[in-house]
């Protein structure tokens, strides 16, 4: 397993932030971009995990739409070597939530 050594990403479009630990990147983005709806109880990021709403690391949470959009835009950032399997899950969920329209063209 090498949850404890990933980093996610700030789900903010132009941000540049990556973070190891998830509640610090839960206040990063309370706190410098406003995104309340971003910060979720470490109980829900379980709960997304083991239900595939998320990645098994809790990364890329994705319970809806504007998460959606916001997984698809911080992809980019996502660490090379996970890029494969974080694309995987982007489109899974897209199916999942009736949105596979907003999946870039070439994905
Ligand atoms: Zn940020």
């Not at 700030?10 to 932030?17: A, K, N, W």
């Not at 829900?44 to 995990?49: E, F, G, N, P, Y």
Request: aromatic share 6%; hydrophobic share 40%; with cysteine.
């Amino acid at each position: 397993m090498f949850a404890s050594m990933s980093h996610t990403i700030c789900p903010d479009e132009g941000c540049e932030r990556s973070f190891v630990d998830q509640d610090v990147l839960d206040r990063h983005a309370t706190t410098v971009h406003g995104a309340q709806d971003y910060a979720m109880s470490a109980k829900q990021r379980d709960k997304h995990a083991a239900a595939g709403v998320a990645m098994a690391d809790k990364s890329f949470p994705i319970p809806n739409v504007e998460f959606l959009k916001k997984a698809i835009r911080a992809f980019g950032r996502a660490e090379e070597s996970r890029k494969p399997a974080v694309k995987a899950h982007i489109k899974r969920r897209a199916r999942a939530l009736g949105a596979e329209k907003l999946i870039p063209d070439g994905w």
